[in-house]
């Protein structure tokens, strides 16, 4: 991939802080040309203390009025540089560190990368939004600058997001028309500079082209394949409209569209496909594909557009005819498609709800039925127990499937929140913990009556609590912690009881002779146990793109983590290696050591 950069003004005031370093003349030049270098260099750094003074007063005036300027850093894989924010705080209390581009004027959170606002140009104030708030904001500012440069969008724009950057751009991947298949590329969009720049094409390696058939990668392709076709040209792709289940009608945000129900027949095997039309009859949006294993789709029953979670917009529900592939028998199912403004969410976990209950038959009884669920979430309208909210979702998620599969896109933990409760980090880490707490339920369940694996899981569960903890410690002192870091813990939290259970049921990674997982994951530990030694002797983390300064507590600390994670490891790895059965929790550990951010 190509990285395109230009400088501009503020580039040039990265380059005056830099002065700040600059040695003065040699001494052999003459004493007037040494004069005249101190004076330009002097020049230079009053300018560049000029130039930060008012940089603090506008992130003071945008974001914090107690906010400081603290130096300086680089963000891995950009050029540009990044100066550093943070207010005084109480001992022992984090502060919220801000990073602001020199160059652009971007200011982002150091920890996520997240844009927030830009205080050279004018721009919305994203700081305070959270959640479906800042994500609906973010929408509104980038989907116009990634169709104005002709690419195109698979679905949803979450579902292209990749990551932030942490120099104030978004990576995306998208679609670049033209030629027979459209090409996937990256690339990086600037929100409030409007600047967008293509990385390069993503290209499939040959062994994910021979794993992937043809019939599954066309069916997860609709929504790319389709997108701006008419009628017309869905026919001449083979697309199969329904006409009695497709009509005009209203939906946010568009307003009036044409809802058009079809399938496409592949070797026989039938999927329903269905898109919303535009003014111009042409695709601009097609709903998320529903996984119905190996069922073949034979029908539509019925299709409405009706309120399933008492948030004021018009969801989808849709009740399809299946064919089983085995048996033969015809079953209805229902599919739900919850709008969260523009685009449109399935939960899985959700429509097997509907379906075991038995009232999928009419879309009456199905409403029905999803406002009861609706009220064993939120029994009161003014959602004031979200504690308990979050406990009912999390029983109603953690159904037989999800405890036996351990499919967190089955459980769409952060999807599920957005459509039924409150959507902060806060609440995705406490849903996330309760779903782990199902699970340890599930295997206290599955292990009564087998005591020498009972006591084995427990060895295993103890000693990978604490290696696990200890290095995402160590992972969050070098990623600077946040939020952020919290939710991701608490999914690695949960990764381990659903790995628990998978070694419980006897589920191994599938290997071969080239792939020794307990020496990739030796290797691995050495690698990390080094890392760890380093940077408490040298008390910094990192290396020249990415670094971190370490206190002498830090640094105390890392030192005496070390020290329990070495005898932990030993201890674990002298349980596995006669454990062929272990390869799944080697895999989790390796994981949690080769963690990037």
Known sequence: ??????????????????TMNLSACTSNESIGNAESGKQKNQQNQNQSESDLERLTKLMQTHIDKNLKYRGKESVKGS????????????????????????RTGTVVDAVSGSPLINVLVKSPNLNDLNGEAYVSALEELVTPLILEKGYKLDGKLDDSFVGFQGDGTMEYEVTKPGGLV???????????????TEEGEIKASDEVADAVSVETAEMTNYAMQDADA???????????MIEDQSFETELQPWGKITFVSGYYNENGVKQSVYHILNSDQTVTYTLPVVDTGNDTFAGINAIAFKDMNADGKKDIQILSDYESAESGVHTSRAAVYFSTWEYYTVLPWYND???DSGHNDTIINLVKEGRRIQGQISPNSDNTEIEKEIEALASLICNEKFLHTGDLDYAALGESLLIFSQNSAADEITLAGLAGQHFADYRKDTLSGKK???????????????????????????????SMWNTFNAYKGLDLQIELNRYVSNETLKTDEEYDTYSWLQSEWKDFKKELQTAAKNKVIGNDDYSVDLSDDQAEQIKTMEKRLTTNMNELLKLMADDPGSTRLMQLVRDTFYTEM
């Not at 459209?182 to 967008?196: D, G, M, S």
Request: aromatic share 10%.
């Open 1 to 18: 991939m190509f990285r395109k950069r230009r400088m501009g003004y503020w580039g040039i005031i990265a380059l005056l802080l830099l």
């Open 79 to 102: 050029s540009d540089e990044m100066l550093v924010f943070y207010a005084d705080v109480p001992e022992g209390t984090d502060a919220v560190r801000y990073h602001l581009n020199a």
């Open 182 to 196: 459209p090409a996937l590329c990256l690339i990086h969009v600037e929100p409030f500079t409007k600047e967008v």
């Open 230 to 240: 008419t009628l017309e040209q869905l026919a001449d792709r083979g697309y199969q």
């Open 353 to 355: 709800l509907l379906d």
């Open 452 to 482: 020498s694996l009972a006591g084995q899981v427990r060895q295993y569960e103890k000693l990978l609590s604490q290696i696990l903890e200890d290095a995402e410690m160590f992972n969050g002192i070098k990623y600077e912690g946040g």
